[in-house]
């Protein structure tokens, strides 16, 4: 069994559409993320949930909206979508806020806006 | 990454030992990881130093100077599968993980 699953792996779309991501945990974790993972391959945090309370906002765009129905999952729904916005996106989760939790990833989705 | 700095790129040698530096910003400083991730896949965490000193698993280890805000990532025998990005990544209070660029090492035979 998957512990931080992803879908969709590929998500090719045009300009000013809206799409969404969907990820789930099913490791009991409390702590979600997205980061943003770009051609360069910098790995950049956008959101961080716990236990479905927004904790970190890091200056992205409102385009963006996070949504957690519960500590298992943690949706991106990007509005609007713009040529900058194609990049890697990785959901991720730890146990809970403390310092050495280390981070498990999901595979990654892959959007193209064309 | 925030103050994070890595080499982009190191080539080494089949059976080598290689050294991966970073640097980071020390004031908020909360823990150093290293995650290992192969192209076009998700990073997968190697290690993690919050005290000073080496941390030894396997063939890797890596090292922590707190005071010269410093880490080094070693490894050992290499291996062709080795080549991959190593991100230096830095939990700093009140932030989420802050991932320097990465190091891309190519292991050649």
């Known amino acids: 069994d998957t512990a931080v699953s992803q879908t969709p792996k590929y998500l090719v779309t045009q300009m000013g559409n809206d799409k969404s991501i969907k990820c789930e945990q099913n490791l009991g974790h409390d702590t979600m993320y997205w980061y943003k993972q770009d051609s360069k391959k910098f790995l950049k945090i956008m959101f961080s949930?716990?236990?479905?309370?927004?904790?970190i906002n890091e200056t992205v765009p409102n385009r963006f909206s996070p949504k957690s129905p519960d500590k298992a999952h943690l949706n991106l729904h990007i509005n609007s979508l713009e040529l900058g916005d194609s990049a890697v996106y990785f959901c991720?989760?730890?146990?809970?806020?403390?310092?050495?939790?280390?981070?498990?990833f999901g595979s990654g989705t892959q959007l193209s806006v064309l | 990454g925030q103050n994070i700095d890595q080499p982009t790129e190191m080539t080494a040698t089949e059976g080598a030992i290689v050294q991966i530096n970073c640097t980071y910003q020390t004031s908020g400083f909360n823990g150093l990881f290293w995650y290992q991730q192969h192209a076009g896949e998700a990073p997968t965490f190697l290690s993690y130093?919050?005290?000073?000193g080496l941390e030894e698993k396997g063939r890797f280890s890596s090292f922590l100077s707190r005071s010269k805000g410093y880490s080094y990532l070693l490894l050992k025998e290499l291996q062709m599968k080795d080549s991959a990005s190593y991100l230096c990544?830095?939990?700093?209070?009140?932030?989420?993980?802050?991932f320097g660029k990465g190091t891309t090492l190519s292991v050649s035979s």
């Open positions: 130093n919050v005290l000073d």
């Open positions: 990544a830095e939990n700093q209070a009140g932030t989420a993980l802050i």
């Open positions: 949930y716990n236990n479905k309370e927004l904790i």
């Open positions: 991720a989760s730890s146990q809970d806020l403390s310092a050495n939790e280390k981070l498990f």
